[in-house]
């Protein structure tokens, strides 16, 4: 948090990476497997859809390879099925990057999934968009609430859920699911009640802590997930086969 308030109070465009990496190195890397990359760039779909730029990509390396330029840090194109997270992380939060983060969310939420991935044409799984700020323009927890649900008008998104009947249920999402701001709040939505979820941050960061379970509890959940056909990203643009009997 002092990192970041540091770097936050410098008014530079060439520093705005460095909040980035705090949050990175600092929060997730030492909390997640192995498996988990990090990245900047674009989530991209197997019909050639693209999502807005984000700035944190947290994705399986054991799912799909990358398009990356760099290492560390690397900027590049990730497929849907193998992320994990779509976070927008800020020094301070503001009305505008409020309003950004749920456009990026819903750019994220547009994107088609490969067949395997679906049950009735419905996602299985989606990628977690989500926003993380070190501040706000907004003093008091409520009104963070407020602001975050407020920009979640429709269309919302489909994530569907096998009942322990059995039973395949399709469930409504909204384009950003998860807001973490420092002394402010965490909230996430619960698909299952349809209903967002709030905790009032307080001087001990228990905001933050909160924060780190449920992306831990995310990733640790993909830890056995289904084999994606990379193929789909191949063979989306070939018009068709001739049927051949020599």
Same mark, same amino acid.
């Given at each position: &948090?002092?990192? =970041?308030?540091?770097? !936050?109070s410098i008014?530079?465009h060439?520093?705005?990476?460095?909040v980035?990496?705090i949050?990175? *190195?600092?929060l997730?890397?030492?909390?997640l497997?192995?498996y988990?990359?990090?990245? %900047? !760039?674009?989530?991209? $779909?197997?019909? !050639?859809?693209?999502?807005?730029q984000?700035?944190v990509v947290v /994705? $399986? *390396?054991? &799912? &799909?390879?990358?398009?990356?330029y760099?290492?560390? !840090?690397?900027?590049?194109?990730?497929p849907?099925? =193998?992320?994990? /997270?779509?976070?927008?992380?800020?020094s301070k939060?503001?009305?505008?990057? #409020?309003r950004?983060? %749920?456009?990026v969310? +819903?750019?994220?939420?547009?994107l088609? /999934?490969?067949?395997?991935?679906?049950?009735?044409?419905?996602? +299985?799984a989606r990628?977690?968009?989500?926003?993380? =700020?070190f501040?706000? %323009?907004?003093?008091?927890?409520?009104r963070?609430?407020?602001?975050?649900?407020?920009?979640?008008? *429709?269309?919302?998104?489909q994530i569907?859920?096998?009942?322990?009947t059995?039973q395949?249920? =399709?469930?409504d999402?909204?384009?950003?699911?998860?807001?973490c701001v420092?002394?402010?709040g965490y909230? /996430?939505?619960?698909?299952?009640?349809? #209903?967002? &979820?709030?905790?009032d941050?307080?001087?001990?960061?228990?905001?933050?802590?909160?924060?780190l379970?449920?992306?831990?509890n995310?990733?640790?959940? *993909?830890?056995a997930?289904p084999?994606?056909?990379?193929?789909?990203y191949?063979?989306?643009?070939v018009t068709?086969?001739?049927?051949?009997?020599p």
């Amino acid at each position: &948090m002092a990192a =970041a308030r540091q770097v !936050g109070s410098i008014a530079h465009h060439g520093l705005v990476g460095q909040v980035r990496e705090i949050f990175v *190195r600092d929060l997730l890397r030492p909390l997640l497997p192995q498996y988990a990359g990090f990245g %900047t !760039g674009k989530i991209v $779909d197997h019909t !050639g859809a693209e999502s807005r730029q984000v700035d944190v990509v947290v /994705y $399986d *390396r054991r &799912m &799909m390879p990358p398009l990356v330029y760099g290492v560390e !840090g690397a900027v590049g194109l990730y497929p849907v099925e =193998a992320c994990i /997270y779509a976070i927008e992380v800020k020094s301070k939060v503001t009305a505008s990057a #409020s309003r950004h983060a %749920t456009e990026v969310g +819903r750019s994220v939420g547009a994107l088609a /999934y490969a067949p395997e991935w679906c049950q009735g044409g419905i996602p +299985r799984a989606r990628v977690a968009t989500a926003l993380f =700020a070190f501040d706000s %323009t907004i003093a008091t927890p409520e009104r963070e609430r407020e602001r975050w649900i407020k920009n979640q008008a *429709r269309p919302h998104y489909q994530i569907t859920r096998q009942s322990p009947t059995g039973q395949w249920q =399709a469930f409504d999402i909204p384009p950003l699911h998860i807001i973490c701001v420092a002394r402010r709040g965490y909230g /996430y939505f619960a698909h299952d009640t349809q #209903s967002y &979820m709030w905790s009032d941050g307080d001087p001990e960061h228990d905001e933050i802590l909160c924060w780190l379970g449920g992306v831990s509890n995310t990733v640790l959940n *993909r830890t056995a997930p289904p084999a994606i056909p990379f193929g789909h990203y191949f063979l989306e643009n070939v018009t068709g086969f001739t049927p051949y009997q020599p």
